[in-house]
């Protein structure tokens, strides 16, 4: 396992390499950068101002010569809506934000200062990525966790209640019942809990927005435990929803090709109960594939399913991070986010593959050519 382990690890740089690669290309042809939305509300502001002064009858005011003394000094610029707009400040946002450099050189640059850890400072914020990163991460760690672990209390028993009763109407409408809920996106159903039950039309039982209360510092301890499993509700249900029906099926079919296996026929032959059968001898063995997936159902709440109930109910994690850093073209934070993502779901992947050969050393991925 040793030597598997290590190429797993080798590949990661590599891995990590060309995710950044082809998302940085992306992002460089991408229009409306981090200099065009500076630009913009340049623009803006000295139009607003202008049609101020015109409106107030200073057409000869001092700003209006600035104005128009500014509109000399222009040049032909590959930003929109630099017209207008002064060349030095032009060079100087560029220089603010690395611009003055070549393509290539920026990413490389990148890419050094990532192997430390060093994922640069956030363009509109007075914090470091990484600081940014650490701050956020409680609040995306405790949906994936809570998500993770109630999809496995609901989708293991009930797998294994549809496998002994295969077939049975219980069977069909408990499946019915998930394929409809994997069907309805996460945030879909986060807009349909907000409408039903924190104020938008109904009933007002929980809260909209936000991890906790703004006197949540003042609370006791066990008000503050009440205060945090009431602001979670409605977000992990949201995230639950669609995961049951992935994991329950898997529970499902691996029971059942579990129990029409000859150990199972031959356990039977004794005398034994079905229950002593199931839980004695089906069991073990069925659950292989489930536990060691639990790494694997996390980073999938963590990179998918907890991103847009973030920013569906104001939760201060990653998720809404990245969001923000996307909209407003915080380049530094889009890509130190996505390192850490695709860093943290390259580990995880691994640990999965490490806890799968532990439950069953049989199971050797130096054999199987890995």
């Known amino acids: 396992m040793g030597p598997y382990i290590f190429r797993r690890m080798a590949f990661i740089p590599l891995t990590l390499f060309g995710i950044l690669l082809i998302n940085f290309a992306i992002v460089q042809i991408a229009p409306g950068g981090p200099v065009e939305q500076v630009l913009s509300r340049l623009k803006g502001s000295n139009a607003e101002a202008t049609g101020r002064l015109s409106g107030a009858g200073a057409q000869d005011s001092p700003t209006s010569f600035s104005a128009s003394a500014l509109s000399e000094r222009t040049f032909n610029s ?93 069977d069909v409408v408990t499946s019915s019942i998930l394929v409809t809920s994997y069907a309805i996106p996460g945030f879909l159903f986060a807009i349909l809990l907000i409408v039903l039950f924190a104020g938008g039309r109904y009933l007002d039982w929980f809260p909209l927005r936000g991890l906790t209360s703004d006197n949540w510092l003042t609370l006791s301890w066990p008000e503050r435990i ?123 992947n691994i640990v999965s593959d490490i806890t799968l050969h532990l439950i069953d050393p049989r199971i050797d991925f130096e054999r199987r050519g890995a």
């Open 78 to 170: 590959k930003y929109s809506g630099a017209q207008g707009l002064d060349l030095d400040l032009i060079k100087a946002l560029e220089q603010q934000f690395g611009f003055d450099k070549p393509t290539h050189e920026r990413f490389f640059l990148m890419m050094r200062n990532y192997l430390t850890f060093d994922l640069g400072n956030s363009y509109y914020r007075d914090k470091s990525v990484l600081s940014l990163v650490w701050e956020k991460l409680p609040v995306s760690i405790s949906l994936g966790l809570w998500s993770t672990v109630i999809i496995y209390m609901v989708s293991v028993p009930l797998g294994i209640a549809k496998a002994v009763r295969d077939g049975s109407r219980f």
């Open 226 to 348: 009440g205060d945090y499993l009431w602001h979670m509700t409605l977000p992990v249900t949201a995230i639950t929803i669609g995961g049951f029906a992935t994991l329950t099926l898997l529970t499902k079919n691996a029971f059942l090709d579990e129990i029409g296996k000859h150990y199972v026929t031959t356990a039977r032959a004794k005398g034994l109960t079905e229950r002593r059968v199931l839980y004695g001898h089906v069991f073990r063995n069925a659950m292989l594939l489930i536990i060691a997936g639990f790494p694997r159902t996390l980073v999938g709440i963590l990179f998918t399913g907890s991103l847009l109930i973030e920013v569906v109910f104001t939760l201060d994690g990653l998720g809404l991070l990245g969001f923000e850093a996307a909209r407003y073209r915080d380049y530094p934070v889009v890509f130190g986010t996505l390192y850490f993502f695709s860093l943290t779901g390259l580990l995880l």
